[in-house]
């Protein structure tokens, strides 16, 4: 689907103090005891300009002398060590912690809908179904519900916070106080960039 002029606002919401994107990481040594995570930053050469907020893991991929040595970061879900993150800092930035929405697309292969969800629309035009739980619920793979993926939308009762991409992304948009952003910039586990709600957002490579 064409997703021309969608902006950071159609995923994360509008009227939002300040908005940042976070990057799943790379993965290095994948299934070996010296497994890590790569920052996308770091897997660019020096002498090459990285705008992290638009870049996408196909130009990354392109800088790198040995793209083999580097396993792709997760897609259409955020990374578990991220999605932790997120959930240290967002659960301190609202009031309604133990209350949140979390959608997940009906399409993806590895998810069965619970029959009791609801269905939504949510940009651009995705059929997405709802379930409700603690913010902490976002760092899950919901396994009980039938998802094997964590969500790629969250919102709290009290808005105070909204996380979102469309379903293919290998990042999320969130849009929050400057405070809770300012958290998520500097937390050590988290590699994150500053953007718009007028931000254009890239369709994902897959």
Known sequence: MNRAGLAVGSFAGLDFEQYVRVVNPAIAGAHTADERRRSWRSLVEPAQTFDGSTAQWAEVRASMSDATAVGEPAMGQVELTTARALVEVLSRHTSTPAECLFAWWIGYADVRMPAEAPRVSLPPAREMFVMEGGVSEG??????????????????????????NDIYGRSVFIGGTGAAMTELLEHPD????????????????W
């Open 190 to 205: 988290l590699e994150v960039y500053v953007v718009d709600a007028e931000t254009t957002v890239m369709a994902e490579d």
């Open 139 to 164: 760092a899950h793979e919901h396994a009980v519900w039938g998802i094997a993926r964590t969500p790629m939308r969250w919102v709290p009762r009290d808005r105070a916070w909204s996380v979102g």
